[in-house]
Structure formats: C-alpha cells, structure tokens
C-alpha cells in the first residue's frame, strides 16, 4: 500500500470494511479499496478529510486543523453526508452505484461499487480511431446517467477521461463524484475543481453561471479527446482568442458525419449561453445523425416498430400503413436501402414512421427525401422514386420538388430548431424527420406544433406539450 499522507493503515476496519490500499487522493478526501467482510465483496470506501482545513489525528479521527477551519469543516462534512444520501437514491448502470453512507471517525464515509476493467484512456488506447457508431454507442448511456444526476439537482463538476471507467463487458460508468455539488445555493469555494481542459471557464471562480452545460463543457472535453487524440485547449486560454482547432477540423475526413463533429464543438463554446443547455438537447442531436449499429437508444424499438402497422389482410408482398392504403413491401424495402447510403442505420425508422401516412410509394419517396443533405443527390433520389417508380416506370402523379425550398419560405431555422429539440424530449433521434414533415404541410407554427403533437403516444404528455407550445407562441 503506497504511503499516503493521512491515509488509513492497510488493515484499518471500518464496520464490516477492511482497508486494503488506496485508490485515490484528492482535496477533499481519499478513497480507499475495502473489503466488505459480511458479503466477501471488493468496494471502494471514500472518506471524506479535506487537507486545507483538516488533518488525521493520533487515534485515526479526522479533526479540523488550529484557527477558525472548524466552521467550514463543518460544512463541508454535512455537505459530504448530504451528498451521499442523494447520490445513494441514484440507480443507473452507467452511473458508479454508492452503496451505503455512514459516520466514523469525527468524518464522513461513503461505500461505493468498487468498479474492475480499465480507465477509458487505457481503453481507448488500442482501438482508436474509434467509429462514429462506437462513439454514439458510449456517449448515449453515459448521458443517460448524467440525465439522472442533473434530473436530482446536482452537478458532477469534473467529467474527464480518468473518471470513465470501461467495465470488463465493454459498458462505460462514470466514476469520482467528490466534486459533484447541488445546484441550489451554497459554498461553490468549497467545491471548487478544474480539470485543465474539461472544465469550463464558469468554473475557475466563484461568480461563474454553473449548470448542467458546464457538465456538458467538460463531456463535449471527453468526446473531443476520443476524436482528435488531443486533449482540449484549457478555457482559461480560450477567452480573448479562441486558439483550439475545432473537431471539425482536426477529425474532418475520418468516418464522422459534419453534424456530428459540430455537436462536440457546440458542447465546448467557451460561452456558457451559447452551448447545449441540457443533456437532452445535446443528446438528440449528438445521435440523431446516424445512431449506433442495431443499438438506436434515442428511439426505443417499441416507438420505431408500429411506424408500419401490420394488420390482418396484410400480405407478403404488401404492408398497410394507418391511410389503410397497401404499399408494396420490396419497393419500401428497396426506398430503405438507397436512404440508408445517405443517412445510415436510422434508415428502416425514418422510411417506416414516414411510410404510416404515406398514399403511395412516390409519397413516401418525397416525405423522406428531405433527409438528404446533398442537393444533387436528393434530386436523384427524387427522380428515382418520385418521377419514375423503382422499376423505373412512370407514376404520373408525383412532381419533383426539394421539400425544403417550400419549408424555407414558412418557417426559419430558429423555429424548426425550437421544435425539433422540444420533440426530442418524447420520440428521440426521430424528432428532426417529424419535424420536416410536418413543416412541409403546416400554414404557421400553431399548426406545425399540433401536427408533431400527434407523434407522442401517451395522451397526457401531448395535451402538456400542446398547451406549453400554445402558451409559449402567445
């Protein structure tokens, strides 16, 4: 057990918990791995002992050093147990589990699952560069679990490569939470931390505006290090002139969408004001460009799969969508195939949610069109589907038109933007497809908003969202 000033001897029993060595040290305590002697299982014991204003005592109590440190050590212990008590009512799989708290020693003390595998840099080491999908499919349950610490009021404050663990079955967990600290009031000097190149600027002092996108400063910090290998420039550093190359850039040409390197740039904006302001907003965009693989956590399987409706006079060679009308089953497959060399795996979801309203094959063919960010390809694609059918005969109904020119001229950005993100927060990733297809048949913006409502299936979460999009319109 390596020497540790003011650390437990190895062999110290707490309780049921045998020391065994140290893990970490830090400002405000050591952490320790225990045994718990009751279950024979490995844990990581965290005590809290804040050096600048206290100190280990001959008979191994924790004791506020001479002057007027008693105060604030006082504080800061209720802090720590309060803490304890909140992070303990936490229950998610990518979120290190505390599993008891307790007083011993005039101090505080946590018990927490003691993770096995490696440190993500260890991880990451031998298998960069990572695949867009390989990324999505780590960033998407570590926000999951930062949902759930920001949805108890409280911030994490030092997200870093060191605090992500990777699990021996290949899951992330996010790791070290003496720092975390609650939203509502309070000392901010007491916690005070920066991790040079993932903490935001807001939080070198005291005055700085702290909120979830200070957490999402520092998790963009993580993504941005995945990508480019190089951690981020300190904010410190980036306030007159902003000197860091953006993801962009430094990861432009690689296997990355251009929408996907811009949400790690978004998280890391300097300004607080300007980055993603919750986990969700950054989330829905951050995977909505192309989920990960076969694992599309943003739309739920049960939310993609009645997007095409099989109902009993359903045939092989056909499938009926809630129009009642049949559309041929190869010629939606074969709309699928060409979508997903343009938009990639969330192909099948966008062509099915589309297909449930279609009237004809050349309709669905326009409604997803929009997807296309090329414009000459999204004229082909059109001409292929629209103008002509798969085979390549003529429908003589549809005309070919680029859905957004008509959108454009209805509605800004801004306003596409505000809607997709507040749909986000009930269908996921899918919310941006919804959007444009709504926006290609609503006259304003009451309309567009009542239209998208009708994708939220529990009726009481959509006559909400109905009222709050009404009452912020006004």
């Known amino acids: 057990m390596p020497d540790v000033a003011n650390a437990l001897p190895r062999g110290y029993a707490l309780h049921e918990y045998r020391v065994e060595s140290v893990l970490g040290a830090g400002g405000f305590g050591l952490t320790y ?12 014991l965290k005590e809290y002992l804040p050096g600048d204003f206290a100190a280990r005592a001959e008979d191994s109590t924790v004791r506020p050093k001479p002057g007027d440190a008693a105060e604030s050590f006082q504080w800061g212990l209720q802090r720590f147990m309060d803490e304890a008590r909140t992070l303990a009512s936490f229950r998610h799989p990518n979120i290190v589990r505390v599993m008891r708290f307790f007083e011993a020693n005039k101090t505080g003390y946590m018990v927490m699952e003691f993770v096995e595998g490696k440190p993500l840099s260890e991880w990451i080491a031998a298998r960069r560069p990572l695949p867009q999908q390989t990324l999505q499919a780590l960033a998407g349950p570590l926000l999951d679990g930062l949902a759930v610490i920001h ?55 005291t005055q700085g505006k702290q909120g979830p996108w200070s957490d999402l400063y520092a998790f963009g910090g993580v ?16 306030v007159r002139q902003d000197i860091m190359p953006p993801a962009t850039k430094l990861a432009a040409g690689g296997s990355y969408t251009p929408d996907f390197l811009a949400t790690v740039d978004w998280a890391l904006k300097p300004n607080e004001d300007e980055r993603p302001q919750s986990v969700t907003e950054f989330k829905s965009r951050l995977l909505g460009s192309a989920p990960a693989a076969g694992q599309d956590r943003t739309v739920p399987l049960s ?58 094959i050349p ?17 082909a694609f059109i001409k292929k589907f629209v103008a002509g059918d798969t085979t390549g005969k003529p429908t003589g109904g549809a005309t070919a038109r680029a859905p957004e020119q ?16 507040a ?16 926006a290609a048949k609503a006259r304003d913006e009451a309309e567009l908003y009542l239209l ?23």
């Open 406 to 421: 008509t959108i454009s001229q209805k509605f800004t950005a801004e306003i596409l933007q505000r809607a997709e993100v």
């Open 223 to 238: 993504m941005y290090w995945m990508l480019t290998g190089s951690k981020p420039v300190e904010a410190a550093a980036r």
């Open 303 to 360: 939310s993609a799969e009645p997007t095409v409706i099989a109902r009993p006079g359903d045939t092989p060679s056909g499938m009926t969508g809630l129009t009642g009308v049949v559309l041929d089953r190869e010629q939606v497959k074969r709309i699928e195939a060409e979508m997903a060399r343009h938009i990639g795996p969330i192909a099948p979801i966008v062509v099915r949610n589309a297909a449930k309203k279609a009237l004809s």
């Open 33 to 44: 791995l225990a045994t718990d002697s009751n279950l024979n299982l490995k844990v990581a």
């Open 151 to 205: 949805k108890a009021g409280f911030l994490h404050r030092d997200i870093k490569p060191a605090n992500i663990f990777m699990r021996e079955d290949g899951s992330a967990v996010l790791l070290d939470f003496g720092s975390a600290r609650e939203l509502k009031g309070g000392n901010q000097e007491l916690t005070a931390v920066v991790s040079p190149g993932y903490a935001p600027l807001e939080q070198y002092h």
């Open 452 to 474: 998208i409502a009708d994708e939220i299936k529990d009726p009481t979460e959509r006559k909400a969202f109905i009222r709050k999009a009404v009452s912020a319109r006004r």
């Open 423 to 438: 749909l986000a927060q009930h269908i996921g990733a899918i919310a941006k497809v919804v959007v444009k297809r709504a």
């Open 363 to 379: 309709a669905l063919a326009e409604a997803v069109a929009g997807e296309i960010a090329d414009e000459k390809t999204r004229a």
